[in-house]
């Protein structure tokens, strides 16, 4: 039976994407086979490697949360450890990882190009029948924009950010070292750039040379019928915007359901309490009762006990990903018995105790309404 991805990595399922970068690294600077030489090594970095492959893809880790390993498949991508596409920086940051920032490789790494947004999460709470029935709703965010002004190169119109003269736009910069090992270059982040490899001399007003701006704006969106606490939502592309005209990230939406002082949930069943008389609980009746549907008149039959659960067929919560099937509505039957009665319905009970050949005892009339419920 394959590993669970989360324990693979150490990390729990609520994990950011931040923790499992930082887990992943950890685990590849001790299992990589350029580094640990121990049987078994090598097929436990192929264990991690996928297990990062599917937990930073939020596509994937939706898939595998629902699905497991079926809903990702169960091949190890690339041959020989090289694909780290997904990694930012490649092979070259897993490099850095295990030997401190040194390389003997004599490459180098634009990083001028663009990236990807970062993915926001806003917490949304329904109230239970918006829950149920799901609709649209409208939410207020906050993200990262691409500047309209300068088209997120930060830099005033008509002008043009230039290479760093620093790096020449490699975005680092390098110092050979001579180690017992042999001959090291150093590669450090330019401090001139900071990375980008590009300058901006003239900045953009707007956005003060970031290429970006924070804004806040209204959406609207579609709130499936059956969602319940934890459904995680995707609206695509309304994370921050990425840098240097990258795609933008996603917005997650995790829902949280406020609790209803008349109905509660399991799973898609719906549960909820009555009250009846004795009178009605013996005799039997017809009786209005409140759904997530609007009242409907229910029948409760005769001689019904007290804690006797009804069932309303069709009346509970819709499945998820299939609205047009319910669950059922599970009502629970309380009895109340009076602990005082008038003169009138004394007299008439004792005659019902004499009638079914009863007496009302030490008791009185309350021990023998007790006793018809027994």
Known sequence: MAADYYDLLGVSRTADKDEIKRAFRRLARKYHPDVNKEEGAEDRFKEINRAYEVLSDPEKRGRYDRFGEAGVGSGVPGAGFSDFSDIPGGFADIFETFFGGF???????????????????????LDFREAVFGGEKEIR????????????TGAKPGTRPKTCGTCNGSGQV??????????FTQVSVCPTCNG??????????????????QVAKKLKITIPAGVDNGTRLRVQSEGDAGKRNGPPGDLYVYLFVNDDSEFQRDGINILSDIKISYLQAILGCKIPVNTVDGEVEVTI???????????LEERG????????????HLLTVHVDIPTKVNAEERELLEKLAKIRGERAGKGGVEGFLGGLFK
């Open 141 to 152: 965010i906050s993200h990262l924009e691409t500047c309209g002004t300068c088209g997120g």
């Open 301 to 311: 039959p005769a001689g019904t006990q007290p804690g006797r659960v009804i069932t």
């Open 196 to 213: 980008t490899g590009q300058v901006i001399e003239d900045q953009c007003s707007t956005c003060s040379g970031k290429g970006q701006l």
């Open 317 to 328: 919560v819709p499945r998820l990903g299939n609205p047009v099937s319910r669950g059922d």
């Open 103 to 125: 390389s003997n490789t004599g490459q180098t790494r634009r990083r001028s190009g663009p990236t990807r947004g970062d993915d926001l999460r806003l917490d949304l709470k």
């Open 174 to 183: 390098r110092r050979a070292t001579r180690t017992p090992f042999g001959s």
